[in-house]
């Protein structure tokens, strides 16, 4: 093997390396429950995703026994326990009626006499380590106080004496909740990886990630105070489509910008379009003809022009719009009442930004560098298998999410 066949065999490795694991854990994951105080007794509502469930290595095989199951396996890991005592389930878990995006159980725990109030969550720790679980505790005047939870946090501790704290302690939480909701949200870091893929100056970098910043921040408020909520598998679908139109796009500018890849995606897209109108898959057939005009606009648009990186912020804003969509989604779960959703809302949102900002400045130098060192020959190369690996995940991504 040549050294120039050696080198781009690394290339490739790396690639798909880089975006192997993603693709592998498909997407974030993150549970909720509910916990009512009623003396000494809690009622828990638990919900969670299809996604989820069949993590678990037992549940495909599991049939009609799967709700018996599945049910006692959350009553399981989902525990409560005043001091050294555990609290004992008195009513065991049921399955509630809810839509097909989600599964939910209620139960009845008893607890011992005392104040020092423990609750615990185990779901998911060997099936996804990265799991992030919501839990929400009401007391009997209306008050109420939420905390995530993690593998590395999995016990919340509270004094059932005194209730709550004052509104707004959990600010803390909703960021924690908001980096790892990035750092575990793996399309919306390919997302990223994909835009700055090509480098370029740090104020072109900026201007990109300013875009997107502004683009989700935006849907993530209209989503989460009831102004826009598209339906969530749809903006799943069209966050792994738009993780695939950016990895075509940088494709397509290493390539010298070839007039025929821009007619194949508006041709694809024209295509996915007419499916939709016929009742195959999940996005709204004027939602992908809107896209194809828009992809067919675009990069006609950039083929006239000597920088793409100015256009290419236009871009993340637009697609940022979907993703906010997509962040949304973990805040209108947790069911928040409407004095907490505007704190809950900034510090979630801070938390997503402050985890973008790490990726990106982690990730820029990086490229940089590596283009400083290899003086420009490996550039090209990286590109275009890094995003040829970027494009399989994102059409990947889109076509199980839309017709999976």
Request: charged share 15%; glycine share 8%.
């Amino acid at each position: 093997m040549t050294a120039r066949r050696r080198r781009r065999a690394l290339v490739t490795l790396l690639a798909l390396l880089f975006v192997a694991a993603p693709a592998a854990a498909h997407e974030r994951t993150v549970s909720f429950s509910t916990w009512e105080v009623i003396g000494p007794r809690l009622r828990v509502t638990a919900r969670l995703t299809p996604l989820d469930v069949s993590r678990l290595p037992w549940a495909a095989a599991a049939g009609r026994e799967l709700d018996a199951r599945l049910g006692g396996y959350l009553a399981e890991r989902l525990s409560a326990r005043v001091g050294d005592a555990p609290c004992a389930v008195t009513r065991p878990p049921r399955r509630l009626a809810t839509g097909a995006d989600r599964l939910a159980f209620d139960w009845e725990l008893t607890c011992p006499p005392g104040a020092a109030l423990q609750l615990r969550s185990d779901l998911l720790r060997e099936e996804a380590p990265s799991h992030l679980h919501f839990a929400r505790v009401r007391y009997p005047d209306g008050a109420a106080r939420e905390r995530v939870l993690s593998a590395a946090a999995p016990v919340w501790s509270l004094d059932a004496a005194t209730g709550p704290a004052p509104i707004g302690e959990s600010l803390r939480d909703f960021i924690v909740l908001g980096v790892e909701h990035i750092l575990t949200g793996y399309d919306h870091l390919v997302f990223l990886l994909a835009l700055v893929l090509l480098g370029g100056r740090l104020g072109d970098v900026v201007r990109i990630i300013t875009g997107f910043t502004l683009a989700h921040s935006l849907t993530l408020a209209l989503a989460v105070f009831g102004i826009a909520r598209p339906p969530a598998g749809a903006i799943e679908a069209l966050i792994g489509l738009s993780i695939a139109l950016v990895a075509a796009e940088n494709l397509w500018l290493a390539a010298a910008r070839p007039p025929a890849v821009r007619y194949a995606i508006a041709a694809a897209l024209l295509l996915a379009a007419a499916a939709a109108a016929a009742g195959v898959g999940g996005v709204p057939a004027v939602t992908l003809l809107g896209l194809a005009l828009f992809a067919g606009c675009y990069f006609a648009l950039l083929a006239r022009v000597a920088r793409p990186a100015p256009l290419r912020a236009a871009v993340a804003f637009v697609f940022g719009l979907v993703h906010g969509f997509g962040f949304a989604g973990v805040l209108l779960e947790a069911e928040l009442p409407g004095e907490r959703l505007a704190r809950a809302l900034f510090g979630f949102n801070l938390g997503v930004e402050l985890g973008q900002v790490a990726c990106v400045l982690l990730l820029w130098p990086l490229l940089q560098r590596a283009w400083r060192v290899a003086d420009g020959r490996w550039q090209r190369p990286i590109v275009e298998y890094a995003s040829a690996a970027i494009l399989a995940v994102g059409v990947f991504w889109f076509v199980e999410r839309a017709y999976g």
